[in-house]
Structure formats: structure tokens, C-alpha cells
């Protein structure tokens, strides 16, 4: 705890005299978030360099259900740090394995930005049947199909891929009504605008959608800088001090359910964990079923939900918060595989 009279930072110019190179793909907004970290490292006293990386992701432009999906985005990043190339590595949370990389530590979660998705294009009353909805993520698939069955309506969910801008596009271009993105990369891109409670996306009417609606995926909107296990202590610190406990614990959280629940991220489920002002931890998820139809119909089939909580205790370690956040993620999985047995692996 600080002293409130202090009018030093405790943190103020731990960076001096460090140089980091900062590694993350070449995406515009991979770029963004990096160049986000360096600022943050800047303000710490440390100078900074940007190392981009073309990964997988990037150059293969099959559906990444095809690819292989998970980690095909991390990998070439990660390397960076193996082969010493990077001294940090700047990931989309959502994006990187739930299983550990041999040698790197994720040393850093900042705090996170807005978890909702939103839709692009229309707001949600404007949907009418008929309509063409672009999304890849059976994740948004299910829960959107749920709310527009709710509403009659039966609309083509039709899978893409791309990066936000080239998403973006397939509306301004009218191939598709509207398109599914996460607020957090438009806005980290700047291209979210809010005026007089109106959401647009580079000009185009725009909606967020509440995430009791439609959640997240897990560690969505939060990012993740990895370093090596033998990283310089003094980066170490560097990381620590931009390090923000309660995303932490959010995402310890979501991304232990996820595991446990043993989907990855291309699987139908939704998971969203909130930590209070004294830490508590409350959880949200939704699971569904891989639906093969594009007709929003078809992918309205029932989803399983769960909910959880794990209140602070007086005195509590950071330590032992990351691990009651653990076991709430846990635990929700295990209940939610008691209700959910399709989402269970053949035996
Ligand atoms: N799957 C791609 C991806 N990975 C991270 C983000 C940005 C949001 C975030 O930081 O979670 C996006 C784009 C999107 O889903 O719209």
C-alpha cells in the first residue's frame, strides 16, 4: 500500500537504463497493442523497439478451423523470445494456448479494456431475416443464433476471417449487413467512435452488445506480455509494474475454465469473470454446440449456463487470489460438465 501523502511513485523510473525490444505480429493491431506496452515501458524510464513477426495466421488464409487453429498466431512471436531476437512478446490474451510455452512466462497483464463484442454495421433492432451476418467464432455463432431465434428472426452467419479492417470492409462494401468484432480491438484501433449514446465503427452504426447478451471469449480484451523464464530482474519489475491484479485474477479465471472444460478457442463457449473492488470474483459462461449450418436457425440450439463466485477473504496474497481464481474457473468447468456431458470428450 502506498503512503497517501507520497508524492513519489514508488515505480517511477525503474526502467532507467533498460532497453526492451518489444516482438508482436505485424497486424495493424498487434502493432497497436505493442506499441500500447512500449508507451507503458517508456513511462517506466525504459527505451523501447518494435520487432515484428509474420506468423501463420498471418500469410495462410484458409479458416483457421482448417489451420489448426490455437497458437497459430503466438508460435512465430514466441520464438522471437526463444531465439533471443525479442526481449518481450505482446499477445492478444484471447489468442494464446491456455497451456504453458516451455521457458516463457506470461510476466504481464495489464489491465483490460472493454470485454464486449459489438456488432458492425446495424444496431441489434435492425436485424431483419434474410440478413448476412459475418463471424468465424462458434463462440459469437451460438449466442447470436439463440438471440435472434428469440426474436423470429433467421438470418446466414456467414464465417470469415481477416484482420478488423478487412472485416470492417465486407460491410462497407455491402457483401455482408454487419459483422461481429471485439470492442477492444476497435477501439485500441481508434476506429470506435460514441457520440450522444450512438456507437459507430469508421462510420458506420455500430451496437455493442451487453455481455449478458452475448460473452466473451476467454481473456478477451486483455493482453498478455510473455518473457523468458530467465528474462533480466530488473525487466521483471518492469513487467510487475504494469501488471494489473484484477485482470489477472478475470483471467486466471476464464482461461482455467476453458481448460478444464477442454475447448479451445475456436469452441462454442463464452466465459466472463468480473473482480470487484475488494477482488471478488464472480463468472459467467455459456456453452454451446458445433453447429456445421450457416443458417442461424440451425446453430439455435440450447446452450448451458453457469455462474460462480469466490469472495476475498481478509488479508488475502496475491498469491492466493490467482489461485482462488484458479479454482473458480475450475470448479464452474466441472459444473458446467455436469449439465453440458456433449462438451465431454469420447471416452
Ligand atoms: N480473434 C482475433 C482477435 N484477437 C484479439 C482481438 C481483439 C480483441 C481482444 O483483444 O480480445 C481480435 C479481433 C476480434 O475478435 O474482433
Redesign the pocket.
Known sequence: MSTPRETTDPTAGIGTGLHVRVGARRSA?ARTQAEWIAARLQELGATTEMVGVVTTGDTDRRHLTEIGGTGIFATAVRDQLRTRDADVAVH????LPVDPAPGLVIAAIPAR?DPRDVLVGLPLDALASGMRIGTGSPRRVVQLANLLAARGLQVELVPIRGN?GTRVDMVRTGELDAVV??A??LRRLGMLAENDGRTTVEGLPAEPIGVDRVLP?A????LAVEVSEQADPRLLALMAAIDHLPTRLEVTAERRFLNTMEAGCLAPVGVHVTADEQLNLTLRAVAGQMIASTSSRDAATPLTSVEGSAPTSDGESPEAAVARAAQLGDRSARDMLLRHPAERPET
Open positions: 493491431l492478444s490474451l484471447k489468442d479494456e478488423v468484432l471485439a477492444a480491438g471469449a481473456g478477451q480484451a486483455a
